[in-house]
């Protein structure tokens, strides 16, 4: 293929105000006089900015030429795009009495026993309030879950990918074979106390944006699967994956560059992998199909769903949905969030092709691990969200 979290919540064991900030979020929560904090708070997200190619000189252009890694949120709360981070509620340290006095643990008086109920009442706050580490075997709530997606994301190792499993109680994570037995141990000491949490996968090959030689549409250096025709107003378009649209000019439709197809016009990457080049060659056909398959409308991604990638290289390929709202680590900086996993297989230069259930648009392929003679995982952008956000539709 060329080509969010919680909200943050802070705790304090005494009364007064605590501010933290961290990344993109703020929040600041006043704790009630018996120092139970909030258990939710309202976080802030930030877009990023990549336009590639100009606005679309005639018809009508497409609502949205800005990226922006806001708005992916996975579908159990987590997602790392809007740069959400969770941190460890801490406790205010109580105030031992004063030791001018020497203590008689025989002879209590009056005056000790009321420090010592508020003492006991503090510890016993304490051991409700504050996160337990994660013991092996047990199930983690979405709070714990959420500070182990996010210790991955903190240790920023290529060739992973992950999602959280909320039924089961574990953060998903795959690795490629790039991935070594240190940097798999890095990942788990970020997460501390919750990398018992954390499941670890293997997958053949290199995860990587599948660019590279196809037969769909091309640009100088440059090969990529059209993914769905869509229209916005009287212009029409091809949606394709977003690392394909990047910092390129013309598409063709033809490998020696002779047939024209038109521009790149919006790049969504990375935090989303979406894209449009518009057609401006009235001699290219551009019809609502997928292969003999005619596109009527779009839906959301779900585990189990049965699905069929059509790939500019590889062909067709049928499969299932095996997780969503998955999170993938290219390298370089690199990650895209809220993608669709199935363990259909692609070849360099898929990105961007189709995934579709029957009549109905699902996904374009954004990257992924092995290739068709091996096997491997593939990823998808999902096509919902890149729709809304380009002002565009299927026909």
């Keep these: 293929m060329v080509d969010t979290a919680p909200p943050r919540h802070t705790g304090a064991l005494c009364p007064g105000w605590h501010s933290s900030t961290t990344g993109h979020v703020s929040t600041t929560v006043r704790t009630s006089p018996t120092g139970h904090a909030p258990a939710t708070g309202h976080a802030s997200t930030t877009e990023h900015a990549s336009t590639t190619g100009h606005a679309p000189a005639t018809g009508h252009a497409p609502a949205t030429v800005r990226a922006s890694s806001a708005g992916y949120a996975s579908t159990t709360g987590h997602s790392r795009t809007g ?118 996968e293997r997958a053949p090959g290199v995860l990587t944006e599948l660019t590279g030689g196809g037969d769909r549409v091309h640009t100088l250096g440059r090969t990529c699967s059209a ?5 916005g107003g009287s212009a029409r ?17 033809d490998s020696a560059l002779r047939t024209a197809v038109g521009p790149a016009v919006a790049t969504h990457f990375p935090g989303a992998d979406f894209g449009l080049i518009r057609y401006d060659n009235p001699s290219v056909p551009r019809p609502g199909k997928v292969g003999r398959v005619d596109i009527t409308g779009v839906a959301h991604a779900r585990v189990g769903m049965s699905v069929t990638r059509r790939g500019g290289v590889s062909g067709v390929a049928r499969s299932t949905v095996t997780g969503v709202g998955i999170t993938v680590n290219y390298g370089r900086g690199v990650i895209v969030s809220g993608l669709i996993r199935s363990d259909v297989c692609a070849e360099n230069g898929d990105s961007g092709s189709p995934l579709h259930s029957g009549p109905l648009a699902v996904g374009i392929v954004s990257g992924g691990t092995g290739d068709c003679a091996t096997g491997g995982v593939t990823y998808f952008q999902p096509v919902a969200p890149a729709l809304a956000r380009l002002g565009v539709t299927v026909y």
Excluded: K, M, Q
């Design 227 to 231: 993914g769905f025709n869509v229209r």
């Design 237 to 253: 378009y091809i949606l394709t994956a977003g690392h394909c649209t990047v910092a390129t000019a013309t598409w063709y439709a």
């Design 83 to 200: 740069g959400h981070i969770w941190t460890i509620p801490h406790l205010c340290r109580p105030s031992w009495p004063s030791r001018s006095r020497p203590f008689r643990p025989w002879g209590i008086t009056a005056r000790w026993l009321r420090p010592a109920a508020v003492l006991t009442g503090l510890v016993a706050v304490a051991v409700l309030t504050a996160p337990a580490a994660a013991a092996p075997g047990t199930r983690a709530g979405p709070y714990a879950l959420a500070a182990a997606s996010d210790a991955v994301h903190t240790a920023d190792v290529a060739g992973t990918a992950w999602y959280t499993d909320p039924v089961a109680g574990r953060v998903v994570l795959t690795a490629d074979a790039t991935v070594t037995p240190a940097a798999l141990a890095r990942i788990r000491s970020a997460a501390g106390p919750y990398a018992a949490l954390l499941r670890v």
